[in-house]
């Protein structure tokens, strides 16, 4: 009787084989660590946005600009070579940690998005309005990988502030993947 149950076994196996419900695919790797979908091709005013940073900080700080506009405030009286390696590590740990963002309304319109660590992207409120379209059909895509942000308006609800913020946020992503510091600006220049 054993034999026979093999035997079945086989034969069934053979043949229903080509009747097998085919696995699954499998999910491409999940990035590590998460990153948003959307990358903005526009070219951002970093002279205007280094000039209002400036003025937000009442030029009484050092900063480190990325290619994409990320600013890491430095702490005074480094070297040009200390100041880019402290900016180095300020953008890893944001990105290679939890990526939290503080959006912070400003005169006139902008938005300071500020992160956990001495590091922000500044929207510019003239050039959000010139892309408000393209912002508004892609905000969702700012989102990293399975991220649930909570605001007022609830779960990945954003009212302008917000879709500002994950605009901004995005150009932090962008640059921490690809990081270049383009310029370091002094508070005396």
Not at 2 to 13: D, F, I, N, S, Y
Not at 107 to 132: C, E, S
Not at 133 to 148: D, G, K, P, S, W
């Amino acid at each position: 009787m054993a034999a026979w149950t093999v035997q079945l076994g086989k034969r069934k196996g053979a043949m229903f084989g080509i009747f097998k419900k085919k696995a699954p695919p499998s999910r491409p790797p999940e990035r590590f660590p998460p990153v948003p979908d959307w990358r903005p091709d526009m070219a951002l005013p970093l002279d205007k946005m280094v000039e209002r940073l400036r003025f937000y900080t009442n030029g009484k700080c050092d900063l480190a600009v990325f290619t994409h506009g990320t600013c890491v405030i430095l702490p005074d009286d480094l070297s040009d070579e200390d100041a880019g390696a402290y900016a180095m590590d300020v953008l890893s740990k944001i990105y290679h940690y939890h990526p939290d963002m503080n959006p912070t309304p400003m005169k006139g319109g902008d938005v300071l998005v500020r992160y956990n660590h001495p590091a922000a992207n500044l929207v510019l409120d003239d050039l959000a309005q010139l892309h408000w379209a393209q912002i508004e059909r892609n905000h969702l895509r700012a989102l990293a990988t399975h991220e649930v942000l909570m605001t007022p308006l609830g779960q990945n609800v954003f009212d302008d502030v917000g879709k500002k913020a994950l605009f901004g946020r995005c150009f932090m992503f962008m640059d921490a993947q690809s990081p270049r510091i383009v310029r370091i600006v002094r508070k005396g220049e």
